[in-house]
């Protein structure tokens, strides 16, 4: 049974440009969130996803925005890349009524030059 | 807001007992989780306490006092894979429910 996937595992963009991360959930789950993780930090919660609608937001600005595909994988897009947009960003799934476990990815290393 | 205090670093020696305490301010409580993080690697779940009391799992336990608005978990017979980053992380409820996560903390096993 495959966990959760990512893709791709680094990416180097340059600062004003557009960025499409992948995610696939674990067999079974309906639910996709993604966080961002700063060195050091706890990941921070950017939004949730459940039957293709965005379900919940964190304090993330519209420049990042995503979807889910009927199969439940989902996609992370982040528009006029800043330099602050360097993290690791992690998605995570789980099922709709147990939310406080999730199962998260290895992640996507994006680098903001 | 929420927010959530984890001591940064404790450090501890193979075998013995080591406790990560937690202390969190939000709105809505449902639970308290607690993540494990190894460097380069994704938070794997360790724990979950919606109720008051201790929650046992082989070596980790969790405590949760809903009253005080603090948790902790406790790690026994300490190995040196326990090194890593311990993240602390409260969910409002069920259904389109985000976790908040604390800024963690770092155990180091020596031996």
């Known amino acids: 049974d495959a966990g959760v996937t990512q893709s791709p595992t680094h990416l180097i963009k340059t600062r004003g440009q557009q960025v499409t991360l992948r995610c696939s959930p674990k067999s079974g789950h309906d639910t996709v969130s993604w966080y961002q993780q700063a060195l050091g930090q706890g990941p921070q919660f950017i939004f949730q996803y459940y039957e293709e609608e965005e379900r919940q937001r964190g304090n993330f600005p519209d420049r990042f925005s995503g979807h889910q595909f009927p199969n439940y994988s989902s996609e992370l897009n982040v528009n006029a890349l800043l330099l602050g947009d360097s993290a690791l960003y992690l998605c995570a799934s789980s099922y709709s009524t147990g939310d406080y476990e999730q199962y998260f990815g290895p992640g996507t290393r994006l680098t903001v030059t | 807001g929420q927010s959530l205090e984890q001591p940064s670093e404790v450090t501890a020696v193979e075998g013995a007992i080591v406790q990560i305490n937690c202390t969190y301010q939000?709105?809505?409580?449902?639970?308290l989780s607690w993540y494990q993080q190894h460097d380069g690697g994704a938070p794997t779940f360790l724990s979950y306490n919606a109720l008051d009391g201790l929650e046992e799992t082989g070596r980790f336990s969790s405590f949760l006092s809903r009253s005080d608005s603090y948790g902790y978990l406790l790690l026994q017979e300490l190995q040196m894979k326990d090194s890593a980053s311990y993240f602390c992380a409260v969910s409002r409820g069920g259904g389109g429910n985000k976790l908040t996560f604390g800024t963690g903390t770092q155990l180091k096993v020596e031996l």
């Open positions: 939000t709105s809505g409580f449902y639970g």
